[in-house]
């Protein structure tokens, strides 16, 4: 199968009910088209910034379901996939498939990380291509969170492998991307999920990001892939400093709670996290809101985006 993955992805996140903990559909469904106002490639529901380990498996598919009618058929709708089983996880891709995502994001099973040899995983990825009926995305997970991390000879092996098409490196190294896109076929296609290494990676021969940024900065995410697409190289390292520091001080700083945080703060629908994990305290809110109007988003507090001319 070929999908072209080039440009930005929004991995959305996840927002409950505060009452009752369950998934809040209707504020998740108008966070999406806030979203999708922009130019962006798609969204990926059931990522980390989705809080996907937290959520039931029908939760996932509530959240599909849920975007499905959203994603107009020029972009893509991405379905995290990942289980610590190799069995799980391919139920997860067929019935994403079946209800008509284009793609899988897969992470690896990671609990038992000293049995996960290169050889386990190969079986593993193996496996979940062939019985996946869509296109299948690796997801090197951030290395703080409880994962593995992907040797270059075995993404190498990987992108072999039919129906894996590419993969979303979160480590934040220019180094560590350039090696991939060395290591891989050229179509074998680079997604980074750090949001404030997006342009240095598209100069790599990256095609695009998943980033947690997205979620509060769509416009200028996208802004950057465009403007690189373009030629305009000037003005790409431009949008990329604006964006940067909300990568820096509120996704990779502050985790899930702090980009819901500043969802609220932007008049999406972020709320709480789902426990054991804990929103930020109160006094936190007075910094979060000031590194995103430094950043020029608080135009986005009425869901209107955020110039980047």
Do not use: W
Not at 31 to 46: A, C, E, M, Q, T
Not at 158 to 181: Q, W
Not at 232 to 248: F, K, L
Request: charged share 20%.
């Amino acid at each position: 199968m070929t999908i072209d993955l080039s440009g930005v992805f929004v991995p959305c996140a996840t927002p409950f009910d505060p009452v009752t903990g369950d998934l809040d559909l209707v504020g998740f469904r108008a966070n999406v088209r806030s979203f999708l106002s922009h130019p962006l490639r798609g969204i990926v529901v059931g990522g980390t910034t989705g809080e996907a380990v937290l959520l039931d498996e029908d939760e996932r598919m509530v959240l599909l379901e849920g975007a499905r009618d959203l994603v107009s058929d020029d972009r893509l709708l991405v379905a995290g996939t990942g289980a610590e089983s190799t069995r799980a996880t391919i139920r997860l891709c067929q019935a994403a498939a079946g209800i008509g995502a284009d793609a899988v994001l897969v992470q690896p099973p990671a609990f038992f990380r000293g049995a996960m040899t290169d050889a386990a995983l190969l079986e593993h990825y193996r496996a979940v291509a062939a019985a996946s009926p869509i296109p299948v995305i690796i997801y090197q997970v951030p290395l703080r969170m409880s994962t593995l991390e992907f040797a270059n000879s075995l993404v190498a092996q990987l992108a072999k492998i039919g129906n894996v098409v590419g993969i979303k490196d979160t480590r934040g190294s220019l180094e560590l991307v350039g090696d991939l896109v060395d290591h891989t076929p050229e179509t074998f296609q680079v997604l980074v999920g750090n949001g404030a290494a997006l342009y240095g990676s598209l100069e790599l021969g990256a095609v695009g990001g998943i980033l947690g940024v997205a979620n509060l900065a769509p416009g200028p995410a996208a802004a950057i892939h465009a403007a690189h697409a373009a030629g305009d190289s000037a003005e790409a390292g431009r949008i990329q400093e604006v964006v940067a520091p909300v990568h820096n001080e509120v996704v990779a700083a502050l985790g899930v709670p702090g980009v819901k945080m500043a969802l609220d703060l932007l008049g999406l629908r972020g709320g709480d996290p789902r426990s054991p994990l804990q929103p930020l305290p109160d006094e936190k809110r007075e910094s979060v809101a000031s590194v995103l109007d430094r950043a020029g988003l608080e135009a986005t507090r009425v869901g209107r985006g955020v110039s980047v001319g």
